[in-house]
């Protein structure tokens, strides 16, 4: 079965950032044969031909942080701190089960397929006593609307009597977590290219895991071959408790643990030193870039020039909703580039540069070669973006234009070679009853 998209603006984000503005993909059985522009290829006689009219075709987008059930208790705590935020939430999440994630993971997952998205990184880290299927739940609704997902058995175990943020009850033990992510990788991990279900290793931050747990979790991670993911570096705060607690800092503490290495990838890095910053390069430790989620908070802005020019790996996320109430890749996209020009100056970010961690920068902070790029042998995850609106009128150069006016809606999302997102809708599922399910379970989130 094949199928050619034709008569499109195709940025591929090869290593070349090669662009075909009359260009077209041919895709067999879900992947990439070839790229390329003018003539139509030859094995496309047979093909399905489908015409963008134009359109801009970008690699499905790549979502590196998220943490899918906070869709439940948005627009929380909103003069908070990173600390007084979660101190606040803990106790509502503490009421969280495998109904209330599955709609929040529905919501979520929907909203970041209709920006683009087609792989989602999910981190979450809570998981009350008693309630089982949180992470299968999550997986459920990524299979039904057709997204890929990289689910963390995430977690926390150390509670606030022994010098934690989070409050006991929500704290588990360290064996039970190591024997659950354990059972869902070998229960839902896919291996190879063109997987749709993966587990990372993702025990949540430095103020709420001890290092014992951490250590544990990346020899486990690495005896079964998974990434491992955790937050840091994101406050000041962060930075004054893991001083008192460690008599270090937040990097020097990771570094510490063997935890920075090229299967790890951190969320944030807001606060890092130049020193931090070359730890990262070396090692080649990823990140996953947040900027509404740190704006919110007011936590800063992280020195993604500074990471990208030492040759970090770097991805973009739109964090959990609860410190960026929507989830839309393509508005992380526009602020990355807003907040390095903030930081930097007009020329710290272009905008296929913003783009380009949205994709290929995903992908390879997620440890993936098989997605994040328009090339032949990688899968067929086309985000395809109409450009006859009102808001790229005047646009000569589309794709600047598509980073500079977002967010948009996309036109048509394909997730090795399905379409999941078309004419701007779900194809697979029911905006309206998704929302409607989703009110139904945050009504028992209330204060
Ligand atoms: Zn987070």
């Known amino acids: 079965?094949?199928?050619?998209?034709?008569?499109?603006?195709?940025?591929?984000?090869d290593e070349h950032g090669a662009e075909h503005p009359h260009g077209w993909v041919l895709v067999e059985d879900g992947v990439i044969?070839?790229?390329?522009?003018?003539?139509?290829?030859?094995?496309?006689?047979?093909?399905?031909?489908?015409?963008?009219?134009?359109?801009?075709?970008?690699?499905?987008?790549?979502?590196?942080?998220?943490?899918?059930?906070?869709?439940?208790?948005?627009?929380?705590?909103?003069?908070?701190?990173?600390?007084?935020?979660?101190?606040?939430?803990?106790?509502?999440?503490?009421?969280?089960?495998?109904?209330?994630?599955?709609?929040?993971?529905?919501?979520?997952?929907?909203?970041?397929?209709?920006?683009?998205?087609?792989?989602?990184?999910?981190?979450?880290?809570?998981?009350?006593?008693?309630?089982?299927?949180?992470?299968?739940?999550?997986?459920?609704?990524?299979?039904?609307?057709?997204?890929?997902?990289?689910?963390?058995?995430?977690?926390?175990d150390l509670g606030v009597s022994e010098g934690g943020l989070p409050p006991d009850d929500l704290v588990e033990n360290l064996d039970a977590i190591l024997a659950d992510t354990e059972l869902l990788h070998a229960q839902l991990h896919e291996r190879g290219p063109g997987a749709r279900v993966q587990i990372a290793v993702a025990p949540c931050s430095p103020f709420s895991v001890t290092g014992l747990l951490m250590e544990e979790s990346a020899a486990l991670a690495r005896r079964l071959g998974l990434p491992l993911h955790t937050h840091l570096a994101e406050t000041v705060e962060e930075e004054e408790y893991c001083r008192e607690l460690y008599g270090c800092t937040p990097v020097e503490y990771l570094d510490r643990l063997g935890w920075?290495?090229?299967?790890?990838?951190?969320?944030?890095?807001?606060?890092?030193?130049?020193?931090?910053?070359?730890?990262?390069?070396?090692?080649?430790?990823?990140?996953?870039?947040?900027?509404?989620?740190?704006?919110?908070?007011?936590?800063?802005?992280?020195?993604?020039?500074?990471?990208?020019?030492?040759?970090?790996?770097?991805?973009?996320?739109?964090?959990?909703?609860?410190?960026?109430?929507?989830?839309?890749?393509?508005?992380e996209v526009k602020q990355a580039l807003l907040v390095a020009r903030g930081r930097g100056g007009p020329d710290a970010m272009t905008a296929r540069e913003a783009l380009r961690l949205a994709t290929r920068g995903g992908s390879a902070v997620l440890g993936r070669d098989d997605i994040g790029v328009l090339e032949p042998g990688r899968q067929a995850d086309l985000a395809i973006w109409a450009v006859d609106g009102l808001e790229l009128g005047g646009a000569e150069d589309l794709v600047a234009g598509l980073v500079l006016s977002g967010p948009h809606r996309v036109d048509r999302l394909v997730v090795g070679g399905d379409v999941v997102v078309r004419g701007g809708a779900l194809v697979h599922a029911d905006e309206a009853e998704i929302a409607r399910a989703h009110r139904a379970q945050a009504g028992r989130f209330t204060p």
Do not use: K
Request: charge should be negative.
């Open 260 to 331: 920075l290495a090229d299967d790890v990838w951190c969320a944030h890095c807001v606060h890092l030193s130049t020193a931090d910053i070359g730890r990262f390069a070396e090692t080649g430790t990823g990140v996953a870039h947040c900027p509404t989620s740190n704006l919110r908070l007011g936590a800063g802005v992280a020195p993604i020039r500074d990471l990208l020019d030492a040759g970090c790996r770097v991805g973009l996320g739109v964090d959990g909703s609860a410190s960026n109430e929507r989830s839309d890749l393509g508005t």
């Open 1 to 13: 079965m094949r199928t050619l998209f034709a008569n499109g603006w195709v940025v591929t984000m």
């Open 33 to 156: 044969l070839s790229v390329g522009a003018g003539a139509e290829p030859d094995g496309a006689t047979d093909a399905e031909r489908v015409d963008l009219g134009g359109s801009v075709v970008t690699p499905g987008l790549v979502n590196t942080h998220h943490h899918l059930c906070q869709t439940l208790t948005r627009a929380r705590a909103e003069e908070a701190d990173l600390f007084t935020w979660l101190r606040e939430l803990y106790p509502l999440w503490a009421r969280l089960d495998a109904e209330a994630e599955y709609a929040a993971a529905r919501t979520g997952l929907a909203e970041l397929a209709l920006s683009g998205c087609s792989t989602v990184f999910d981190h979450h880290y809570v998981f009350p006593r008693g309630r089982d299927g949180l992470v299968e739940a999550e997986v459920q609704a990524a299979r039904e609307l057709g997204v890929r997902i990289v689910a963390s058995r995430g977690s926390m």
